[in-house]
């Protein structure tokens, strides 16, 4: 099985890509780099767009409360659904090509990689992360949610609440179900981001764990800064990402 300090020497070579990554302007080919594919390429600029359009719309919240008008008639509900059935020839292509990404750059580590990979480890964790969080592992709408909320614990060093979980989960939920796109994707398709997602997601926990248990201060910024670069790189800003109750307030 993968072992610990493998993950973390894999997630920390992120940092020796640092200097160009910082840099570097957001572009599919950067995102194909990472494994991600066209499907999950969408859905991470449409996440991302609905994590800094939901702050404003939380501020909103927050003054109409203070004011009370007459609410406008519901919009129409769109059709489709953020829930998926899973099937192993996903799971395998998706392996596959996330093996495939990180031997590139550690192929003495291929071996190791494909061995925890098809074990279903790293899966295991990040399904262990969400249903602590009571979040669904069927659920695009979710495990964006639990993607996004582990950035967020990694830079900030701190656990969000119980509160500010249910909050970024009903956040993510309200804004995708109004997002034609992602509620009529396939279940291929939605499988296929939602297992790209794990498994950066566990890599990036376990390499922060392990950083915190070294106590190495300067690589764990490095780390930090490397997160900003490789999975979030068009936003919104990790570190002035602000968590409330009501969920992800970003700042413009």
Request: proline share 5%; with cysteine.
């Amino acid at each position: 099985m993968i072992n610990l300090r493998m993950a973390w020497s894999v997630i920390l070579a992120w940092t020796v890509l640092l200097p160009a990554a910082a840099s570097a302007q957001y572009s599919p080919d950067a995102t194909l780099d990472l494994g991600i594919g066209y499907g999950q390429m969408a859905l991470g600029q449409a996440a991302l767009s609905g994590t800094r359009s939901i702050g404003r719309t939380s501020e909103k919240a927050s003054r109409d409360a203070r004011h009370p008008q007459t609410k406008p008639a519901p919009p129409a509900p769109i059709l489709g659904s953020l829930t998926f059935h899973s099937t192993p020839a996903v799971t395998r292509v998706v392996n596959q090509r996330f093996i495939d990404w990180q031997a590139r750059k550690h192929p003495n580590l291929r071996a190791q990689l494909a061995e925890g990979i098809n074990s279903g480890e790293l899966q295991t964790y990040f399904a262990d992360v969400l249903r602590r969080y009571g979040y669904a592992t069927d659920n695009l709408a979710d495990i964006s949610s639990g993607y996004y909320l582990s950035l967020w614990k990694i830079v900030h060093g701190r656990e969000p609440t119980a509160v500010q979980i249910a909050g970024v989960r009903r956040q993510t939920r309200e804004a995708m179900a109004q997002d034609d796109a992602l509620m009529q994707l396939s279940d291929a398709a939605k499988q296929e981001i939602c297992e790209t997602f794990a498994l950066h997601t566990a890599l990036a926990l376990q390499g922060y764990e392990q950083l915190i248990h070294s106590g190495d201060r300067h690589t764990l910024a490095n780390f930090r800064n490397g997160l900003q670069a490789t999975l979030a790189p068009q936003g919104p800003n990790l570190a002035t990402l602000m968590l409330s109750d009501a969920g992800f307030i970003a700042e413009d």
